[in-house]
């Protein structure tokens, strides 16, 4: 009886070593799973469902051979692939929920999401995010030609590369922000909260205005290793992996 969570693993041609850990936690744990959630940021960049590169075929045919075993596989969009689409969810199997959710885990009603709307200090990516995520914007952004948009992400990842180590105030305004994460808290009524985004793998106690206690479970990203949430009925870890060595 086990329920597993990831998120934020970035997956890409250029990281072969990242897909190939991804791939043998699907045939190794996820395949024993209850069910496995996949909180956003699957792929580092996600051009719609059109491509069918061989990485992307590779990724969707892990994805297939899971469910097909049985195991059920969830998927929440995250910043990097929020144009996964009904194909990609015909082709692999995984069915696509809406952010938030909430989900009975073992008799605990548990709030999941991927986690970038609880940085509301980072007001800059909240104004770009509420353009990018207009369904709209997203039917123009899927009418470009596909290698028009496979140039768009190169460019926007070899952006992200070159930029300055963060200082510690940029860090914390892309931190979660507490009264988000409070008002999130009472708005759904729970007392247990999954996401990923932040890359700050942790388990976070908070105090409600009602003065009971609320968990938040933060998911790790997958740059230096692997990181995972396993969920039972009596206990919750979070899990590293060590990526393959290059030697």
């Known amino acids: 009886m086990t329920t597993w969570f990831i998120s934020d693993l970035h997956l890409s041609p250029a990281r072969p070593d990242i897909t190939g850990l991804f791939q043998r936690f699907l045939q190794e744990q ?19 469902d059109d ?45 696509l929920l809406k952010e938030p959710s909430i989900v009975d885990l073992y008799g605990v009603p548990t709030l999941i999401l991927h986690g970038d709307t609880l940085c509301t ?3 800059s990516y909240q104004r770009f995010r509420k353009v990018i995520r207009n369904r709209w914007v997203q039917k123009l952004l899927l009418a470009l030609p596909l290698s ?15 930029q300055q180590p963060l ?19 009472i708005e759904h009524d729970v007392q247990r909260m999954i996401h990923g985004h932040t890359h700050r793998p942790a388990v976070h106690q908070h105090r409600l205005p009602n003065g009971e206690m609320a968990e938040r479970i ?3 990203d997958w ?15 979070l899990i590293v992996s060590p990526l393959a060595s290059d030697n």
Request: aromatic residues 10%.
């Open 167 to 185: 200082t510690e105030q940029q860090l914390r305004i892309m931190d979660a922000n507490e009264h988000a994460v409070r008002e999130l808290f």
């Open 218 to 220: 933060v998911l790790g």
């Open 121 to 123: 200090d980072d007001v």
């Open 30 to 48: 996820a395949i024993h799973a209850d069910a496995l959630y996949i909180l956003g940021d699957l792929f580092d960049a996600w051009i719609g």
């Open 51 to 95: 491509d069918t590169s061989d990485f992307v075929a590779a990724v969707q045919v892990a994805l297939r051979q899971l469910t097909d075993s049985g195991v059920p596989v969830y998927f929440i969009a995250g910043n990097r692939d929020f144009l996964i689409g009904p194909r990609f969810s015909q082709i692999t199997g995984i069915k």
């Open 148 to 162: 028009l948009r496979m140039r768009i992400a190169n460019k926007l990842r070899a952006s992200s590369k070159t």
């Open 223 to 237: 740059y230096t290793q692997g990181s995972f949430l396993k969920v039972t009925a009596t206990e919750r870890e």
